[in-house]
T-cell receptor, first 108, second 115 residues
Framework: SQQGEEDPQALSIQEGENATMNCSYK?????LQWYRQNSGRGLVHLIL?????REKHSGRLRVTLDTSKKSSSLLITASRAADTASYFC????????FGTGTSLTVIP | EPEVTQTPSHQVTQMGQEVILRCVPI?????FYWYRQILGQKVEFLVS????????KSEIFDDQFSVERPDGSNFTLKIRSTKLEDSAMYFC?????????????FGPGTRLTVL
C-alpha cells in the first residue's frame, strides 16, 4: 500500500510560531496530498504536490517533496488557534491509506 | 464551490439492524469512495467505486457491506446486521478522475452509533 506516515504524532506550539510536520511513504508516487481534520469532522484537502515538484505554496502553507527520500513536509507559518487540527498526508492511487496523522495544537 | 454531502449526520441503530448511509458526490466526478474512522483511530479505506462497480476494496469491506449508485447522484453504503464495532464515522469521497486530477474531496461524515 502507499501508506503515508506522519510525524511527529503530536505537536504543540504558541500562536504565531511555525509548525512543521513530516510524512514518509513507501512506494513511488505521482503526487502527494495533505489533508486537515478538525476533531470529529471531515477531511479538508489542503494542497497537492506533484512528483516533479519540489516545493509548493498556498497561503501560509508550504509543502516540500523529496522523492529520493520518499518524504514530504508541511510547514504552517504564523500559526493561529484555528489551525488546531490533525494533519494527514495521502499519496496518489485509487485509494488513500492514511497514517495516524500529526495532531497540532496551537495555543492562543 | 461544489462539495460532497452526506446524510444523515448522525445515525443511531440497534445491533443487528441494517443501515444505509447516503452520499451525494460532486457532480461530474467519476470515482467514489467510502472510508471509516473509529473514534481515536486512523481513517481507513473501505471501498472505491467506478463505472458502476467496485474497483477496489479493503479487507474490512466484507459481505456485511455493500455499495450502490442507485441513480445519477447518490452513492450509498449499506451495512447489514450491524455490530457494536461498526460504530464509527463514515466518510464518503469523490474524485474527478480526469486529466490526472487525483484530489479526493471528502464529505463531512456520518457518525454511526450501534447500541
Amino acid at each position: 500500500s502507499q501508506q503515508g506516515e506522519e510525524d511527529p504524532q503530536a505537536l504543540s506550539i504558541q500562536e504565531g510560531e511555525n509548525a512543521t510536520m513530516n510524512c514518509s511513504y513507501k512506494t513511488s508516487i505521482n503526487n502527494l496530498q495533505w489533508y486537515r481534520q478538525n476533531s470529529g469532522r471531515g477531511l479538508v484537502h489542503l494542497i497537492l504536490i506533484r512528483s516533479n515538484e519540489r516545493e509548493k505554496h498556498s497561503g501560509r502553507l508550504r509543502v516540500t517533496l523529496d522523492t529520493s527520500k520518499k518524504s514530504s513536509s508541511l510547514l504552517i507559518t504564523a500559526s493561529r488557534a484555528a489551525d488546531t487540527a490533525s494533519y494527514f498526508c495521502a499519496t496518489d492511487g485509487n485509494q488513500f491509506y492514511f497514517g495516524t496523522g500529526t495532531s497540532l495544537t496551537v495555543i492562543p | 464551490e461544489p462539495e460532497v454531502t452526506q446524510t444523515p449526520s448522525h445515525q443511531v441503530t440497534q445491533m443487528g439492524q441494517e443501515v444505509i448511509l447516503r452520499c451525494v458526490p460532486i457532480s461530474n466526478h467519476l470515482y467514489f469512495y467510502w472510508y471509516r474512522q473509529i473514534l481515536g483511530q486512523k481513517v481507513e479505506f473501505l471501498v472505491s467505486f467506478y463505472n458502476n462497480e467496485i474497483s477496489e476494496k479493503s479487507e474490512i469491506f466484507d459481505d456485511q457491506f455493500s455499495v450502490e449508485r442507485p441513480d445519477g447522484s447518490n452513492f450509498t453504503l449499506k451495512i447489514r446486521s450491524t455490530k457494536l464495532e461498526d460504530s464509527a464515522m463514515y466518510f464518503c469521497a469523490s474524485r474527478a478522475g480526469t486529466g490526472g486530477a487525483d484530489t479526493q474531496y471528502f464529505g463531512p461524515g456520518t457518525r454511526l452509533t450501534v447500541l
